[in-house]
């Protein structure tokens, strides 16, 4: 009796232990009567199935398997062989497929019946994930062009990339475990590392450019990314370096220095690179009280060569001009060719004019002997125009105007001589000549192109318009001023089609602005008095409006008091159209010109743009400040808003502000700029630094 009840409390003890495995196992399990129906699955399984027991009994197993085939072929198995253990893909109650381990038994009595099943699986979504992303990042690291190694936490290597071995030269065997220290190039010293090794420590990471070498002795350049890999318990265990060869971005990066001031054809320094050398020369010839020479030169019938044995070998008879003038320079002379056939000599701290006479002479004769192109025998010589520092021009701009017009005369008077620059030539007809059939093939070319000039609110630094101003790159004649251009075109009556093109250009630019987050940017325009005086003005401004979709609320016009003053009953009724289609007037070069107060508030205008004139000298001269404080209390009693133009420095700023002045512009906010650089320029701009 005492033997039976300890067998059944054993018995029960097995049981308790079953049922707490069963409940506790950290995988799934089923049991299956012999149909194959479930009976029972644990806590584990019905979280991984996502089915609850009271779900599950009684339904027949085949349900979980996505495919049926499968589920067959797991259940002859069990039948003939009494196991089957494998991958198969089953699904959740939510309808999600997944992967699954699966160990199936049956289970029979003394007589070989079958009596149970017992599934034990466990989903491996979670391993497949991360078996999947190490195969990635093993693919990854083994095809990107970055070399990376991976260290211990004690700086030993533990395994490099492909890209590693082909930057460094070195195998994957050759640096296992080996220190880092053998790619040092040598170039940085103890302080350098130091300091990068305090940022890996401090910060967890460090970036920079670092100079290695390579396995054949080679120093070269990489950016190097060093991350500090910690465990759960916040303790390093590994550091892994990224990095890339720059070599080539380094010679790029030094290609770009030297074609930004070298030409690139001849070798010589390029028009930038004359431009802010001889800016500095200027600078010292001005505070030692030298003398300096501009000599301009242009090479005579360098089109007959270019026409006659082509261009290939034009360009070779530049590069041999350009070397021979090389070799008659003096050490800190400058040579500069400023395209086609035309080049600049500047002769620093000379004694006397004739030194700059003499030295013309020295290059008109070295160019008399012929130049061989190859199997060409070619003649070349030059016409050279010489300005004088500081007797023609005290800047860089007006002594290469000045030798430009020198020039011309050198060559009406015979070519292959030189001249000096005196100020008759001021009204040097072949220049205007030559300009004015640029200019009238200027629009056909798209040698014209706009700038803007920032306007900003005083008073809260919002940028509240842009002045659109209209430039002229010719390939001949470089960058020609505005000043001598537009006069032109107003003789010559180009500039109706050009203003059209300005206000064409200036709309759909301001209309891709206003599309791109800035819906209230102005545009203003300046208006010529030809244009202006057509008579369909008002309902061309009206069509182009329309043509461009442009809000015309940001649309204002300026025109000079020149223009609007001397026909004002005419003028008030074009005036009052362009007001009713929403746009906005303004008066530029306010005081400038012959205001008539009486007619000034009868005009619809909007605002009054202080000249230029004024502001520069609004600490200098009382009279200057006091016209600017007059124009602004005027503006505000004509409910007029009032912008200072050629606004460049603080002093200047902090007057407006003061005296009330609503907007203003000027090299003090920023330069005039092309469309893409106002673009960048009103992104970066914060109201709060004016």
Request: hydrophobic share 40%.
């Amino acid at each position: 009796m005492k033997f039976q009840m300890l067998n059944e409390k054993n018995e029960k003890e097995v049981e308790s232990l079953a049922d707490i495995v069963f409940r506790r196992m950290h995988e799934g399990i089923f049991v299956l009567d012999p149909f194959f129906q479930i009976l029972y699955i644990n806590p584990w399984g019905q979280n991984v199935t996502e089915y609850s027991e009271d779900e599950l009994r009684g339904t027949d197993f085949s349900s979980l398997f996505v495919n049926i085939n499968d589920y067959k072929s797991i259940k002859n198995h069990l039948l003939s062989e009494g196991l089957w253990k494998g991958e198969i893909l089953k699904k959740r109650k939510s309808g999600e497929i997944y992967q699954e381990w699966m160990d199936a038994s049956a289970v029979c009595n003394e007589a070989g019946k079958l009596i149970n099943c017992v599934i034990v699986f466990r989903d491996l979504t979670k391993q497949k994930k991360s078996q999947s992303e190490i195969r990635l990042a093993a693919k990854v690291l083994e095809n990107i062009s970055e070399g990376v190694m991976v260290t211990d936490q004690h700086g030993q290597i533990l395994s490099v990339n492909p890209a590693f071995e082909i930057v460094t030269g070195y195998h994957e065997e050759e640096v296992i475990g080996k220190n880092p220290n053998l790619l040092q190039s040598g170039i940085h010293d103890q302080k350098f590392y130091e300091k990068m090794w305090k940022d890996i420590i401090e910060k967890g990471n460090w970036k920079g450019e670092i100079w290695n070498k390579r396995k054949n002795g080679e120093n070269y350049p990489e950016w190097l990314t060093i991350s500090t890999i910690k465990d759960e318990n916040g303790n390093v265990t590994n550091y892994v370096g990224v990095f890339s060869d720059i070599t080539d971005r380094k010679e790029t990066e030094e290609q770009l220095r030297y074609l930004a001031h070298q030409d690139s054809l001849t070798g010589v320094n390029n028009r930038y690179s004359l431009l802010k050398r001889l800016e500095e020369l200027l600078n010292t010839a001005q505070k030692y009280n030298q003398q300096l020479a501009v000599l301009f030169l242009d090479l005579d019938r360098f089109k007959h060569i270019n026409d006659t044995l082509g261009h290939n070998y034009g360009d070779l008879l530049l590069k041999n001009v350009a070397a021979r003038l090389m070799g008659l320079l003096r050490n800190k002379d400058i040579i500069a060719r400023l395209g086609g056939d035309e080049f600049v000599i500047v002769l620093p701290n000379i004694k006397h004019p004739k030194d700059a006479a003499k030295y013309a002479e020295e290059i008109i004769h070295s160019l008399r002997e012929p130049f061989m192109l190859e199997q060409h025998e070619a003649y070349i010589s030059t016409s050279i125009g010489i300005s004088l520092f500081p007797f023609d021009g005290a800047n860089v701009e007006n002594l290469l105007v000045n030798a430009d017009k020198a020039m011309y005369q050198a060559k009406e008077r015979g070519k292959n001589q030189f001249e000096f620059y005196h100020k008759e030539m001021h009204s040097n007809l072949p220049i205007k000549m030559k300009m004015e059939n640029y200019l009238r093939k200027a629009l056909d070319r798209n040698e014209f192109f706009l700038e803007y000039q920032p306007q900003v609110e005083t008073r809260t630094g919002i940028i509240s318009g842009v002045e659109a101003l209209l430039r002229w790159d010719q390939p001949e004649l470089d960058r020609v001023s505005p000043g001598d251009f537009i006069p032109l075109a107003e003789d010559t009556g180009l500039i109706i089609p050009i203003s059209e093109w300005v206000i064409g250009t200036a709309f759909e630019e301001i209309k891709k602005l206003h599309v791109n987050g800035y819906p209230n940017l102005k545009v203003s325009i300046n208006i010529s008095a030809q244009h202006f005086a057509q008579d369909r003005f008002s309902n061309s401004i009206e069509k182009m409006v329309q043509l461009f979709n442009v809000n015309p609320y940001c649309v204002e016009l300026e025109l000079t008091e020149r223009v609007i003053m001397p026909n004002a009953p005419e003028t008030i009724k074009k005036l009052v159209k362009l007001k009713q289609l929403g746009i906005k007037l303004s008066v530029d070069d306010f005081g400038t010109g012959y205001s008539s107060l009486s007619y000034l508030n009868k005009f619809p205008i909007n605002t009054l743009k202080i000249d230029k004139s004024f502001i520069k000298n609004i600490h200098k001269y009382k009279e200057d400040s006091s016209i600017v404080k007059a124009i602004i209390t005027m503006a505000k009693q004509l409910k007029m808003i009032t912008v200072a133009e050629g606004v460049e420095n603080q002093k200047q700023f902090d007057f407006l502000l003061t005296e009330g002045c609503d907007q203003v512009q000027g090299f003090y906010i920023t330069k005039p700029l092309r469309f893409e650089q106002l673009k960048k320029f009103l992104e970066e701009w914060d109201p709060e630094l004016l």
